[in-house]
């Protein structure tokens, strides 16, 4: 069973959430948490952690190969479960060049690392090391309304710069599997939900507008699907995979939901409606703008959980409907973590950059 696990993007939105989830469920495992705090990181987010003597931060990147090196070496890291890339996909629009440095030259930083470490050191018993990589369902491209769930063996169509970085890193996972036998697995994901994300996607972004009677920006028709998943069915589901999973296998994970953004929107506005009765801003719905749309937006992204129900007994807990209720209290109880998030990074600046050029005002 991992015992010393390194964490990558701890502090960032599923890791911080994952952090948590770990030391309240596995009284035995170590926690390295290695985070650079780009704009999506904070350490906000690791506030009151259960037991925090068991999780050691670490403010680094995961491209400084020396430092990873050390880490292997120092706490005898026997488990990675990687999270930390450039998630935003409208980011990645405006801005590729960091997504190929993290995602893909960090993801082979790391992979190196771990060969050199559990493959050529030996500094752990091969029978016990495990190279996790999290990845997400985006890699499969897009689905015509009519057409089946992604599957593990859909075969790779990326479409934007964001999810083409994690395809790329994705074979590199299983080359290093295929080529030089390291324990790996992989899983995709589609859209997380829930406490501490950051307010630049689409459900934080909605709620906090529209706490504050600003424009709810849609993309183009609002009919585009997610398959949206409570973040901390996730994280449960990545755990099932690290210790049991088949190394060098893929598993899918989803929500089972298939809502359109629009109705994510109309949902939201609703809670808010009944959540907070004396905002000046009720029916929030009226605060609803459609804007131009993502170049290149994917229709419509769909998963089938099989695979990991049958192999590993996962399925997701939490129904969207209590998971969106759950979230947006969570919002409404955490102005303070709101304004710590605001102060310390970019959000201002990027949303009006964003939703400047596709006709919103944030
Ligand atoms: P996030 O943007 O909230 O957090 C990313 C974290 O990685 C941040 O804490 C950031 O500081 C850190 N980071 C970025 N570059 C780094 C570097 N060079 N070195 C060290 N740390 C660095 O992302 P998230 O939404 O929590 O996503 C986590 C992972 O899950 C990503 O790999 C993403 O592709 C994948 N994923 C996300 C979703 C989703 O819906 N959010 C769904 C499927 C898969
Ligand atoms: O599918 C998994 C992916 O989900 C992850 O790999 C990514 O890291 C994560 O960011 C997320 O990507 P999306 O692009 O789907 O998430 P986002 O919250 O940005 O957008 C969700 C949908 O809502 C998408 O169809 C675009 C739309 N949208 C988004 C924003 C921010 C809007 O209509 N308006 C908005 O203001």
Redesign the pocket.
Known sequence: MPKQVLV??????????FVRYLLQTDPEVTIIN?????????LE?LNDLPDPARHHFIH?????RPLVDRLFHEYAIDTVV???????VDRSILGPG?FI???II?TFTLLEAARQAWLTEKTVPIEQVRFHH?????VFGSLAPEDPAFTESTPYAPRSP?SAS?AASDHLVRAYHHTYGLPVTLS??????GPY??PE?LIPLMILNALHGKDLPVYGDGKQVRDW?Y?VD?CEAIWRVVTGGQSGETYNIGGGNQPTNLEVVHTLCDILDELAPTSPHRPHRNLIRFVQDRPGHDRRYAMDITKIGHELGWRPRMSLTTGLLETVRWYLDHPDWIEAVRKGSDLQKWLERNYAQRGGNP
Do not use: M, P
């Not at 995709?188 to 939900?193: I, L, Q, V």
């Open positions: 990558t993007g701890g502090a960032g939105f599923i890791g911080s959430n290695l985070d650079a705090l780009t704009y999506a990181g904070s987010n680094g990147d995961i491209c400084d990687h999270f930390a890339a450039e998630s935003h960091q440095q993290t995602n960090g999290v990845s997400t369902d985006e964001y994690k995709n994901c589609s859209n997380n939900y994300q950051y996607k998943l973040v996730h």
